[in-house]
Structure formats: structure tokens, C-alpha cells
């Protein structure tokens, strides 16, 4: 008899979990836990804002599937000293390269305690469900959005433009198009040159090709031409073609720019084509109102795309679709199911559920943190943050303004501000200023291309960075510059 078989309605073996043996060991050593991530916040302008992965670092992480078990204080000592000190940086205050938010102390224990709960959020009839269907509401409200309006939460704004391309697609053919497919529909989209690449990527996955989204000329200030596009649309319509979706930008990934969100949504109206917007970090400026009467039309999308995780400083990840129709957006993705019946009664219960307005069923209590940072700060200071990096955003755009040796290289609208350190050959040097930026640890910013020229793209999302750590990047900027040049000559 082998050692899995045994007598008929027993289980051979010893009886045993995946739980400790000694409680009050873990409990110590998870305190400690707590107590460095605490600290590692704490003390983060401490330490360089990034580091490079040594190869015996890197070497660790190439070993095979451990198969006997190894004690939980070792391999945290492995984390503590192969993965924490090489992380991304976006905690830290230097951090001004890609849209990352840095996160907040209540995001972070509001992490532990949903990993606590290990809740799978993709439906059924308990609390952490109605935590998501709270923040769907105040996003429903902060938008201006009418009762009935739909949201749910994300891995981040990719997925919610492609969720938001899906249903616009269905709500333009119909129920068939989730049997039948596209047929011969000859379905196009437009937006603006300056869009996320995530945009035709969707458009993409969605089956409808990149080639038929059509990318519009932006204006000197990176918005997508209205006018432009309305032409397009009527002689695309001419050629035979089936316009069905218009997406606007609420903030650029390049520049920051606001696209003419008033006049898209008028032009959707008249042309009887869905409106998303991508405001991915932008959205959420409607937390300030120093930002949102820049937004003004948002409130008239059929759907926008957002994240929590930059502006709002949720805690990676939390992206967010909201849809003006909830019953278009729920139409386009539940898939009922035997295994899925929903009761009157039970935890089968409270139907429907957000697996119902999404593609995932096995989905993170990603609305805790959201609610959490949202509870413990409230809309008015995440606002008066959110207006303050602008600010900084304007104080630096001021510095580079007064500095002859530096060049501005788009209109700054909100918090992102491209520039170059001007000289020969600028694309390949201020390539190497920004790797020589990260690599001292001073800042972390990203470059971009403007109008064919290399931009360094500084992004004050970090709700910890200060005027100090402009000025420092700022610095170190023209000390890298003129060592590159005068290693070139």
C-alpha cells in the first residue's frame, strides 16, 4: 500500500496547516515587521532615492523552486536585504521620473489588514464588497456623475481604457457583438497624438486594430484639435467608415495637458459618439478646486479612467473605471454562471456583484486602502496636496525660465514639467544626465520625447517632495550637464 493510501474515509498522513507552530514568535517578528516599513517610510529622505542591483544581488533571485522550508526570520532577512534596499524609489521625496504616487503610512497598514481578511472582492455578500461600492459612490459624486452610474476597481488605468473601449463597443453594436464578434463592422476611435500608448494597445486587445484609431494633431499646447478631429470624424463616416468613440486626455502622460474636455463632449453629443476620457492621474484633480475648473466637461464623459495610486497616493495597485451607464457597463461584462447563482439569501447574496462590470472573478481588497486614505486624510487636504505639487511644478518651471543654460520644452499645465540642459549633441547628453541622476541617488526623473527632442520629464506626484529636492535636482542637473560637455570637448 503506498503511503498515500490508507483505510477508506481517513486521510493518511499527519494532520497539518500552513500556520506557525509558535504564535507568539510570529507575533514578534511580525511587530518587527510593521516596526521597519514604519521606519523604512520614516527615514526615507535618508536614503538615496534609487540604487543600482548589484549582480550577487541579482544572482539570489535566479535559484531554483525551493522545495524544503526555509524559517519565515530568514527569508525576511533575505527581503530586508536583497529587495528592500533595491526597490523602485517612489516612496521617496526625489522620485520624479514616471506618474507613481508615493503612498501613505495609512495606505500601508490598511494592506496589512486586507491581507488579514484575504477577501476575494469579485462578488458574494460581504462587507468588504460595500467598502467598494462606498468609494464608488464618492467617486460618483466627486465626478458629478447621475444615480446609476457604475464603477469598479482595477489594476490601473490600462486595463480601465480597455474595459472603457469594450463597452463603448457594445454599447455601439449591440448584445450580438458578444456572440458574433465585430462582423463586418468598420468601427473607428479617435484621440490625440499626445495619448497614453495604452490607448491603441486597448483598441488593440479589443479586436478592433490599432490602424483604426485614428491619432489627432495636438495644438502648441498638446491638446488634441477639436476642429481637426471633427473633420475626421465626417470623413471617415464618408469613406464608409463607423465612428463610435472619441477619447480625451485629462492630464498627458508627456506633458501634463488637459485636453478641451467641454468641446469633446459637445462634439460627441452632436455626433452621437461615446466620450472616455483618460484622466489616469488628472481625474483627481478634481479633489482641488484650484485644479477642477481646468477639468470642466469631465463631468459629461459616458466613462473615465483612473488611478488612485498617483495623485490620490493609494498604494499600488488601484485603478478605477467609472461609467455613466451602469447598466451598458454591467451588460457588457457579466457572464452569468451555475456556479455563480446568485440567492436572495446567504453569501450568495447582495448580487450585483463587481465581477459583473469587469473581466475579473478573483480580485484584491483593493477598496480598503482607497477608503482608507480617503477616511484618514479627507477630499479637502488630498485636494490642497494635489494643488501643492502644481505649485512646485511652477517653482521649478520658474527656475529653468531663469536659467540660461536650460530650455523648456512644453507649456506646464499641471505638475509635470519637461526641460533639457541645452548643448551639442542634446539628446545623447541629457540621456546620460538623467542615468547619471539616478545612479547618484539625488532624483529620479524620466525623459520623453518633445516635437523630436529629449526632454528630462520631472513629475512632482510624491506628496513628500519639497522645493529642497527640486533645488537639488535642479543642481545636480547643470553639474552633470557641464561635466558631460566638458568630457566631450
Request: hydrophobic content about 45%; glycine content about 10%.
Amino acid at each position: 500500500m503506498s503511503k498515500l493510501e490508507g483505510r477508506p474515509g481517513t486521510i493518511a498522513g499527519p494532520s497539518e496547516t500552513l500556520d506557525p507552530q509558535d504564535w507568539d514568535e510570529v507575533r514578534a517578528l511580525g511587530h518587527r515587521m510593521l516596526d521597519d516599513m514604519l521606519d523604512y517610510v520614516a527615514n526615507v529622505r535618508d536614503r538615496p532615492v534609487w540604487r543600482p542591483i548589484p549582480d550577487a544581488v541579482r544572482s539570489e533571485f535566479r535559484k531554483p523552486l525551493p522545495r524544503d522550508p526555509s524559517d519565515l526570520a530568514e527569508v525576511y532577512g533575505e527581503f530586508s536585504e536583497r529587495i528592500a534596499p533595491y526597490a523602485t524609489g517612489n516612496v521617496h521625496p526625489g522620485f520624479m521620473g514616471w506618474v507613481h504616487g508615493g503612498g501613505t503610512v495609512a495606505g500601508l497598514l490598511a494592506e496589512m489588514l486586507a491581507a488579514g481578511l484575504n477577501a476575494n472582492c469579485g462578488g458574494r455578500n460581504h462587507m468588504p464588497i460595500e467598502v467598494e461600492r462606498q468609494v464608488v459612490e464618492w467617486v460618483r459624486q466627486l465626478f458629478g456623475f447621475p444615480e446609476g452610474a457604475s464603477g469598479v476597481f482595477v489594476t490601473g488605468t490600462s486595463m480601465a481604457n480597455l474595459m472603457a473601449v469594450l463597452v463603448a463597443r457594445r454599447a455601439k453594436l449591440g448584445p450580438d457583438v458578444r456572440h458574433h464578434g465585430l462582423g463586418n463592422a468598420k468601427l473607428t476611435a479617435y484621440t490625440s497624438v499626445s495619448a497614453h500608448g495604452c490607448v491603441a494597445q486597448a483598441m488593440d486587445l479589443a479586436g478592433l486594430g490599432r490602424e483604426a484609431l485614428r491619432r489627432i494633431h495636438a495644438d502648441r499646447a498638446h491638446r488634441v484639435d477639436v476642429a481637426t478631429l471633427h473633420a475626421r470624424i465626417k470623413q471617415d463616416r464618408a469613406d464608409g467608415l463607423d465612428p463610435f468613440l472619441v477619447i480625451g486626455s485629462a492630464g498627458t502622460v508627456d506633458t501634463g495637458a488637459i485636453d478641451d474636455l467641454a468641446a469633446l463632449a459637445a462634439l460627441c453629443r452632436e455626433e452621437q459618439l461615446w466620450f472616455h476620457i483618460d484622466g489616469a492621474y488628472g481625474a483627481l484633480g478634481m479633489l482641488s478646486p484650484q485644479i477642477a475648473p481646468l477639468l470642466a466637461g469631465l463631468e459629461q464623459a459616458n466613462s473615465i479612467a483612473f488611478d488612485f495610486h498617483k495623485w490620490g497616493q493609494v498604494q499600488y495597485d488601484a485603478g478605477f473605471l467609472m461609467v455613466r451607464d451602469g447598466e451598458q457597463h454591467r451588460d457588457t461584462f457579466a457572464a452569468p454562471v451555475a456556479y455563480l447563482r446568485r440567492e436572495t439569501r446567504g453569501l450568495a447574496g447582495s448580487s450585483p456583484w463587481p465581477c459583473d462590470f469587469g473581466p475579473d472573478l478573483s480580485r484584491g481588497f483593493r477598496a480598503l486602502k482607497t477608503w482608507f486614505t480617503l477616511r484618514t486624510y479627507g477630499a479637502d487636504k488630498l485636494g490642497a496636496m494635489i494643488a501643492r505639487t502644481c505649485t512646485l511644478a511652477k517653482y521649478l518651471e520658474a527656475k529653468i525660465a531663469a536659467e540660461p543654460r536650460l530650455q523648456l520644452l512644453a507649456p506646464v499645465t499641471l505638475n509635470i514639467v519637461c526641460f533639457r540642459f541645452r548643448c551639442d549633441d542634446a539628446n545623447a547628453v541629457n540621456a546620460e544626465i538623467v542615468a547619471d541622476l539616478h545612479e547618484s541617488g539625488i532624483a529620479a526623473p524620466s525623459t520623453t520625447m518633445i516635437g523630436g527632442e529629449l526632454a528630462i520629464r520631472v513629475a512632482v506626484v510624491n506628496h513628500r517632495t519639497d522645493t529642497a529636492n527640486l533645488d537639488a535636482m535642479f543642481d545636480a542637473v547643470l553639474r552633470f550637464g557641464a561635466a558631460r560637455v566638458a568630457a566631450a570637448a
